[in-house]
């Protein structure tokens, strides 16, 4: 019984992504430097204590959990897809000399705002 050298092979998948093809290890390591960063940067921020407000006010604290999720979520999402845009483009030393620059003119706004009041 041969087989035709032109009949597709049942055994072999189709070649994964290499986004796809993540580790666990890495994956676990990429996720949790993330959530990290995420969570220490939102906490105490205007987010945070406008929610709280809200929660107060409204009375419908799982309500305002919800809104306010989906609202991180998203707003998350539409940074994660344009991330991924940007490194299409634009290459990592770039992103990050601009990443560099973005923060360092804010800083130097915020500073300017003290020295000023």
């Known amino acids: 019984m041969?087989?035709?050298?032109s009949a597709p092979e049942s055994?072999?998948?189709p070649p994964v992504?290499?986004?796809?093809?993540?580790s666990r290890a890495a994956f676990w390591r990429v996720f949790g430097s993330t959530f990290i960063t995420i969570f220490?940067?939102?906490l105490g921020d205007?987010?945070?204590v406008t929610?709280?407000?809200?929660?107060?006010?409204?009375?419908?604290?799982?309500?305002?959990f919800l809104g306010a999720g989906?609202?991180?979520i998203t707003t998350s999402l539409i940074g994660v897809l344009l991330g991924q845009w940007l490194a299409r483009r634009v290459s990592p030393a770039t992103l990050d000399t601009a990443a560099g620059a973005m923060l360092l003119g804010i800083t130097?706004?915020?500073l300017w705002d003290i020295v000023h009041l």
Do not use: R
């Open 2 to 5: 041969s087989i035709s050298s």
């Open 11 to 13: 055994s072999t998948s």
């Open 17 to 22: 992504p290499a986004a796809q093809s993540i």
């Open 40 to 42: 220490l940067a939102e």
């Open 46 to 48: 205007k987010t945070q």
């Open 51 to 64: 929610t709280l407000l809200m929660s107060a006010q409204s009375q419908a604290p799982w309500i305002v």
């Open 70 to 72: 989906s609202a991180l």
């Open 108 to 110: 130097v706004c915020l």
